[in-house]
Nanobody
């Protein structure tokens, strides 16, 4: 079982930036396709950005050009640089494999975009 520990969330004004980080346990990180997801209470969890084990990236349309996903295989971490944040970005952010059909979710990290 792989475990995920997300960090880096907080309160930020519209237009601001945050960098989220996810520490992934286990020795198989380098072969995992990873992704960041977000969830607003009452809504389904949605995929925001993904990165394959080879480093290819993808983004949902609403975040293209503003969010950047990256990974560090030496540190077993996957990161999400978020720039030009909008109020619609307020959510709990989680990381998991892609698709997230095997491992339990971590606690997530709260991002609040508000003036």
């Amino acid at each position: 079982q792989v475990q995920f520990v997300e960090s880096g969330g907080g309160l930020v004004q519209p237009g601001g930036s945050l960098r989220l980080s996810c520490a992934v346990s286990g020795s198989i990180f380098r072969i995992l396709n990873m992704a960041w997801y977000r969830q607003v209470p009452g809504n389904q969890r949605e995929l925001v950005a993904g990165i394959t084990n080879g480093g290819s990236t993808m983004y949902t349309d609403s975040v293209k050009g503003r969010l950047t996903i990256s990974r560090d295989n030496a540190k077993n971490t996957v990161n999400l640089q978020m720039n030009s944040l909008k109020p619609g970005g307020t959510a709990i952010y989680y990381c998991n494999i892609n698709p997230p059909d095997v491992h339990d979710w971590g606690q997530g990290t709260q991002v609040t975009v508000s003036s």
